[in-house]
């Protein structure tokens, strides 16, 4: 996806302007990007100053919303029927989970994962993992955060179709049982990050509980993160900017 970088500006774009379930559609091939969607002057004119910022912390939160969304794009891709993922973030600065997703078994209707995800767009990855992602993922395995973790996932099981009854079931299973999972995303540099840098990246990543297939890591190279990120913005903004205003 992120090799086609027009389309993942457009998909960009509508999560943006609060079309994500738009978005959701256009990556299934259900939805055709068609006709501009109407935005106000108003919300127009903040996402343009969002995606030009004049100082570094606003730079940094520019790009970390912007790789929210691509890692969303991401998870959103690989997602099968028995999954559902909460909506990216429209602001980098929003606190809480990065991503939740839920599987279910659609046989017993019962909950079987609950994968948390943690996304970093840094120039510092080594340090960001070992000291902030693992840090998160510690708080969900130890209960620390399970109100935001069972508000987030008993909310996705609506989704698939949960009654309360079986909600209230999938409650029961989160809790106690604890099905959990988590998927780490950064940005790194160069390029040609090759698999020792990956190793040694995600060092200390098996001291978080569980069995290895419940710890994923992905990473996004770029030879210069900040650069790459304000091109991307440009783009976006070009979509964005071709929508309708509402008269």
Known sequence: MVA??????????????GRALHAA???????????????????????????????????YHRDGLLFEIISWVAARLTATPNDAISDPHLKATNQGTDCL???????????????????KCTTNWRQLFSQDVLAAF?????????????????TLLIEL???SDERNAAYDQLIRARPLAFQASLTVAPSGFGAAERLALFTGYDAIAGDIVTRGGNTMPLDDVRSWFAGFAALVWAKIEAFDVRR
């Open 101 to 119: 997703k839920v599987t279910v078994d659609p046989i017993t209707r019962t909950l079987t994962r609950a994968t948390v995800y943690e996304y």
């Open 138 to 154: 510690r708080e969900y395995v130890s209960g620390e955060r399970d109100n935001q973790l069972a508000q987030a996932a008993i």
């Open 161 to 163: 179709g949960f009654t």
């Open 25 to 59: 559609m256009i990556l299934d091939g259900s939805h055709p990007v068609g006709t501009p969607p109407i935005i106000s002057a108003a919300l127009k004119e903040k996402l343009r100053i969002e995606l030009h910022p004049v100082s570094n912390p606003k730079i």
């Open 4 to 17: 086609d970088g027009d389309a993942l500006a457009e998909v960009c774009a509508q999560i943006m302007i």
